[in-house]
């Protein structure tokens, strides 16, 4: 008979307990595992850059035809 339980150590008292355990049992402190986020920056979109792009250009353009005249 092999216990086949999912273990985790809890991250403030390090005892291990079931996978699915939403609070230590030992420190009664919440163990919720929240999804980390890769980065906390609010990522600047590549359609955002494209536009800012394009916008610099066309300024470009008008103050050359605006030199040019
Ligand atoms: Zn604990």
Same mark, same amino acid.
Request: with cysteine; hydrophobic share 45%; glycine share 2%.
């Given at each position: 008979?092999?216990?086949?339980?999912?273990?985790?150590?809890?991250?403030?008292?390090?005892?291990?307990? +079931?996978?699915?355990? =939403?609070?230590c049992?030992?420190?009664?402190?919440? /163990?919720?595992?929240?999804?980390?986020?890769?980065? $906390?920056?609010?990522?600047?979109? +590549?359609?955002?850059? =494209?536009?800012?792009?394009?916008?610099?250009?066309? /300024?470009?353009?008008?103050?050359?035809?605006?030199? $040019?005249?």
């Amino acid at each position: 008979m092999s216990e086949e339980h999912k273990l985790k150590n809890c991250k403030f008292c390090g005892k291990s307990l +079931p996978e699915e355990a =939403i609070f230590c049992y030992y420190c009664h402190r919440e /163990l919720l595992t929240r999804p980390e986020r890769p980065s $906390l920056e609010p990522e600047l979109r +590549p359609m955002n850059r =494209i536009v800012l792009v394009v916008g610099i250009v066309i /300024l470009v353009v008008i103050v050359f035809m605006l030199v $040019l005249r």
